[in-house]
């Protein structure tokens, strides 16, 4: 399995690489077919190479030994970035990275199952970049991306879509789907949106006044 390059760089998303749970070979591949730019994050690398993926940056803390010679030979070109900053997560360092580098989007794969932990703060922490980056993240069962201004798409009547509060979010209003809200509140923990549906063929809208929300589509394999 590989990436090919056709599409102009940073005319399409970048692919980040996490090191949470594999997705399916078939969900991979359309993600690299459709990504320029391929960026993977420390331990990942091994699993990385096992599928025969070219990539072009490597990034970690590299807290445990490497051979970036053999690695980098592999790979060639590639570009490996030490990132020692403790302070953020390897998948906050690649986004921020790619930022850096003008990147207008990302999508993200391997980000969630295994460690509990790691998969809230990288699904959560999606919100921060809201402004600055498009971001999806995207595993075998799900995608999820920050609402960011006002969301509109045609949907299939009984899609799951729910909305997933980050903190509290004020003035959620939306149309076309089952349980439609019009200025109201939701708060992680408290009350959310989750398992909504679109109700109809047609188009659904989101949108929240104040707050970071999280809009996943949903399905079960």
């Given at each position: 399995m590989s990436s090919?390059?056709?599409?102009?760089?940073?005319?399409?998303p970048a692919l980040i690489?996490?090191?949470?749970?594999?997705c399916s070979k078939e969900l991979l591949g359309q993600l690299l077919e459709w990504s320029p730019f391929i960026v993977v994050l420390d331990h990942a690398i091994y699993r990385v190479l096992e599928l025969g993926i070219k990539i072009d940056v490597w990034m970690g803390d590299?807290?445990?030994?490497?051979d970036f010679d053999?690695?980098?030979?592999?790979?060639?070109?590639?570009?490996?970035?030490?990132?020692p900053d403790q302070e953020k997560t390897d998948l906050e360092k690649a986004i921020d990275f790619l930022i850096q580098r003008g990147f207008p989007a990302a999508?993200?794969?391997?980000a969630t199952g295994r460690r509990a932990d790691h998969a809230i703060t990288n699904i959560t922490n999606l919100v921060r970049y809201k402004d600055q980056i498009r971001l999806v993240l995207f595993d075998d069962y799900s995608k999820i991306f920050p609402l960011s201004g006002v969301f509109e798409k045609w949907y299939v009547a009984g899609t799951p879509v729910s909305l997933i509060p980050v903190g509290t979010v004020q003035g959620i209003t939306t149309t076309g789907l089952k349980y439609?809200?019009?200025?109201e509140t939701?708060?992680?923990?408290?009350?959310?949106?989750?398992?909504?549906?679109?109700?109809?063929?047609g188009m659904v809208t989101i949108s929240a006044e104040k707050g970071d929300l999280l809009i996943m589509e949903c399905w079960d394999l």
């Open positions: 090919h390059h056709i599409v102009k760089e940073k005319q399409e690489i996490a090191n949470g749970e594999a590299f807290d445990q030994p490497h053999a690695i980098r030979s592999s790979q060639h070109p590639l570009e490996i970035i030490d990132t999508n993200i794969v391997w439609n809200l019009t200025n939701l708060t992680l923990g408290h009350r959310t949106g989750n398992s909504n549906e679109a109700e109809n063929d």
